[in-house]
């Protein structure tokens, strides 16, 4: 699969690092200060610095591949990115943290080809950690290699998830933990950034990550990641992540298998709108 070049001569990770890191040096500068704060719907919040942010990466993608499609959660979230090459980008993921001052949030930029991730990127300006990976040449947190976890029992494990903003989805989950999951599983952390929970995974800091409905900005750097750490992404019924997949599971392959069991006929296998 080739990767393309941008006009400049930088390498498609180097766009997307440069763009990635230019967002969060944005949204680390209005951290403190005042934002404009509106919701599109109950709980799912979006800030002026997610917009300004996302035009800035788009700008700079632009410029670099003037012919690929952009995918952007605030201003282009119904192109679909299944076709030719297409960026993804969530300016600010985890907004409802950011727009509080909870200092866990990052920005998310990937390339894909006809739907398949070549290169993610996920950027946490707060901690200045780069998660990166180019199909076929390993994950990497600040260069150095990443890899999921070794755990080989849900009971040992730290499971990271989120809620959907569904109110049907987030009690399939919550059902989903207590009785198919809960006692016998080590703890669990709601983290507020699906994007980041999927790079912990990635990075072996948790042991899983699962969330019952996410969009491609979502999982666009995460997809990528945790294939190149060494791990398996699904979706809540075990078919290989892409970027439309209707929920996902990230985490080792045994982990993975034993979560699968262990929620085989759960209602959280059901999509909910
Ligand atoms: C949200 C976060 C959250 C997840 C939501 C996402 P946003 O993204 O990733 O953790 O549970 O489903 O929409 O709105 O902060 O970019
Ligand atoms: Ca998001
Ligand atoms: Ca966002």
């Not at 180097?14 to 990635?20: H, I, L, M, S």
């Not at 390339?111 to 991730?117: K, P, Q, R, T």
């Amino acid at each position: 699969m080739s990767i393309p070049i941008g006009n400049s001569g930088k390498t498609t990770l180097e766009v997307a690092r440069e763009a990635a890191k230019l967002a969060g040096k944005l949204a680390k500068e209005r951290f403190e200060g005042e934002k404009g704060i509106r919701f599109k719907r109950p709980g799912d919040v979006v800030t002026d610095v997610d917009t300004e942010a996302e035009a800035l990466i788009f700008a700079l993608i632009q410029q670099e591949f003037p012919d690929h499609t952009l995918v952007g959660e605030e201003s282009a979230s119904d192109v679909r990115a299944d076709e030719g090459y297409a960026w993804i980008v969530d300016p600010v993921d985890g907004t409802r943290n950011y727009s509080v001052g909870l200092p866990i949030y990052s920005t998310v930029v990937g390339l894909a080809l006809d739907g398949e991730v070549l290169v993610g990127v996920n950027y946490d300006p707060e901690r200045d950690d780069l998660f990166e990976a180019q199909r076929g040449g390993g994950a990497y947190l600040n260069g150095k290699p990443i890899h999921v976890s070794k755990k080989t029992e849900i009971k040992d494990c730290i499971i990271g998830f989120d809620l959907p903003y569904s109110d049907v989805g987030a009690r399939y989950e919550l059902d989903m933990l207590a009785q198919a999951v809960w006692p016998n599983m080590g703890t669990v952390r709601s983290i507020g950034s699906s994007a980041l929970g999927i790079s912990y995974a990635a990075a072996g800091k948790t042991d899983m990550y699962f969330q019952h409905r996410l969009s491609p900005w979502d999982m666009v750097a995460g997809i990528l990641l945790v294939e190149e750490a060494g791990g398996v992404i699904t979706d809540r019924n075990g078919n290989r992540a892409t970027l439309y997949s209707d929920g996902i599971i990230a985490s080792n392959p045994s982990l993975h298998e034993e979560f699968l069991r262990l929620t085989e006929g759960a209602d959280w296998r059901l999509p909910a709108m």
